[in-house]
């Protein structure tokens, strides 16, 4: 009888190994990670199914910002430098969220160097719209500069060839005319930042040219067309229909645009031509 009892112990074991819908649905199995993925933990697990909604509202929690901020990214459809595919813990700590003003936000990569430094970084509205500030290569050369007074001088992302400022919108605040021997670089004098025009020059940076910022204009101030030293010589040249913060101060003045001629107006006494 005891017997009896082991083999029918035994085979309800059996049964109910290999049968599925024996098991409790209380107990379901669960999936082994994939091999070679780290899991990922540092961001809100549920932030992968927010509407732009929801991310937008979490935007500016201290706990759940950096998580809206990559949600707005991928609800975007653009692909940054900044945020790969595929993201890991190790990568998410090398991210950072900064706010730049009521409305708008700046997602990039910290800069281990300068805490004041964002590389690659995106811009994100309140309302979840994402604005690339560069695009391709030129990614890899975009560096944020976040002011410590923006009512004193703002916010900027620098390219070699261009400062985009960051306030209430993001403008081109100058960029250079194509083919420039020089680049663009954040500077201090007495503590106070300015942008200047530099020329690698001999194993040097030569500064040519100065952009100051006049916070009650909200330009910068700066030559537009100016001399470089010799050699190399010649000139550097700033697109003015393209630098929409730029007030041209000093320098060479550019060259009046040609208008075209105006039709001759008829004297008062003159018949109108028919």
Not at 69 to 75: E, G, K, N
Not at 92 to 118: C, H, I, N, P, Q
Not at 133 to 152: C, F, K, R, S, T
Request: glycine share 6%.
């Amino acid at each position: 009888m005891q017997r009896g009892r082991t083999y029918w112990v035994c085979w309800a074991v059996t049964l109910t190994l290999l049968c599925p819908g024996c098991r409790s649905k209380e107990q379901p199995t669960s999936q082994p990670a994939q091999k070679g993925t780290p899991a990922l933990t540092l961001l809100a697990a549920e932030s992968a199914e927010w509407s732009r909604e929801q991310a937008c509202a979490n935007l500016a929690d201290a706990k759940l910002g950096l998580s809206a901020a990559v949600r707005l990214v991928r609800l975007a459809k653009v692909s940054p430098l900044c945020l790969p595919a595929e993201l890991t813990d190790a990568w998410v700590r090398r991210l950072r969220l900064v706010r730049l003003g009521e409305e708008r936000w700046a997602l990039g990569l910290a800069d281990t160097r300068d805490t004041r430094r964002l590389r690659a970084p995106v811009v994100i509205a309140a309302d979840g719209n994402v604005a690339l500030l560069a695009d391709g290569a030129e990614e890899e050369l975009l560096v944020l500069h976040l002011a410590a007074d923006p009512a004193v001088f703002p916010h900027l992302a620098l390219l070699p060839d261009r400062v985009v400022l960051l306030r209430e919108q993001v403008v081109d605040a100058i960029t250079l005319a194509p083919e420039q021997r020089v680049r663009f670089e954040l500077r201090r004098q007495q503590g106070y930042p300015y942008v200047g025009l530099i020329l690698p020059q001999a194993g040097q940076a030569v500064e040519v040219a100065r952009y100051t910022w006049d916070p009650d204009e909200l330009m910068f101030a700066g030559p537009a067309i100016d001399k470089l030293p010799d050699p190399p010589g010649g000139k550097f040249e700033v697109d003015l229909d393209a630098s929409k913060g730029l007030v041209p101060v000093g320098g060479e003045v550019p060259e009046p645009e040609t208008q075209p001629a105006r039709p001759r107006r008829p004297p008062p006494d003159e018949p109108l031509p028919a």
